[in-house]
């Protein structure tokens, strides 16, 4: 069974930042893709990074220079640090785990961006 929690969410103003947290408990094997999606009002569910085990990367052009995935391998923990954040970044934001060909959601984390 395989389970992600995450943290990090909150009502922040325009320009600020936020850093998202996932941790992965379970049958998590050593490969795997860890990272965030999210899900605006009205909108459908967009990938905003990715991140493989191996350390390569996949992540929207939009938010490409303003937020960064990391991960902690040891940890099973995948992170999203959010900076100079805008209006329209507001969304729930789900952490995301495909591994041995199976795809895992979180129960979403809300970020709203707002003054």
């Known amino acids: 069974q395989v389970q992600l929690v995450e943290s990090g969410g909150g009502l922040v103003q325009p320009g600020g930042s936020l850093r998202l947290s996932c941790a992965a408990s379970g049958s998590i094997f050593s490969r795997n893709v860890m990272g965030w999606y999210r899900q605006a009002p009205g909108k459908q569910r967009e990938l905003v990074a990715l991140m493989a085990s191996g350390g390569s990367t996949n992540t929207e052009d939009s938010v490409k220079d303003r937020f960064t995935i990391s991960r902690d391998n040891a940890k099973n923990t995948v992170y999203l640090q959010m900076n100079s954040l805008k209006p329209e970044d507001t969304a729930v934001y789900y952490c995301?785990?495909?591994?041995?060909?199976?795809?895992?959601w979180g129960k979403g984390t809300v970020v709203t961006v707002s003054s």
């Open positions: 995301y785990l495909r591994v041995v060909a199976t795809d895992y």
